[in-house]
């Protein structure tokens, strides 16, 4: 069973940044394609990732709304995968929620992830 813990939420002004991390215990971390998905407050989790990478960090995908600004990375020494999220709008405000999945391949769709962090929020004042 694998145990994904997020951390690194919190309050910002609009324009800066935010570091996300999500650590793995409990299985083969470099086995796991991972990704970041997010809900707003009064709405259904997206229905994409909003970022997601694959097992060996060299294949990355985006949302369109939040390209060019977040940027997934993964450690797999550290067992850890990240989100850096620069130039913060209101409108990233939500939980955000890590996912990991056994496969090489990247995925983006949450139907398709087995393991689920609890969430960390995070909130962008304009």
């Known amino acids: 069973q694998v145990q994904l813990v997020e951390s690194g939420g919190g309050l910002v002004q609009a324009g800066g940044s935010l570091r996300l991390s999500c650590t793995a215990s409990?299985?083969?971390?470099?086995?796991?394609?991972m990704a970041w998905f997010r809900q707003a407050p009064g709405k259904e989790r997206e229905s994409l990732a909003a970022?997601?990478?694959?097992?060996?960090?060299?294949?990355?995908y985006y949302a369109d709304s939040v390209k060019g600004r977040f940027t997934i990375s993964r450690d797999n020494a550290k067992n850890t995968v990240y989100l850096q999220m620069n130039s913060l709008k209101p409108e990233d405000t939500a939980v955000y929620y890590c996912?990991?999945?056994?496969?090489?391949?990247?995925?983006?769709?949450?139907?398709?992830?087995?393991?689920w962090g609890q969430g960390t929020q995070v909130t962008v004042s304009s």
């Open positions: 996912a990991a999945v056994i496969t090489r391949n990247i995925r983006v769709s949450p139907g398709l992830y087995n393991y």
């Open positions: 409990g299985g083969t971390f470099s086995s796991y394609a």
């Open positions: 970022a997601a990478i694959n097992w060996s960090g060299d294949t990355t």
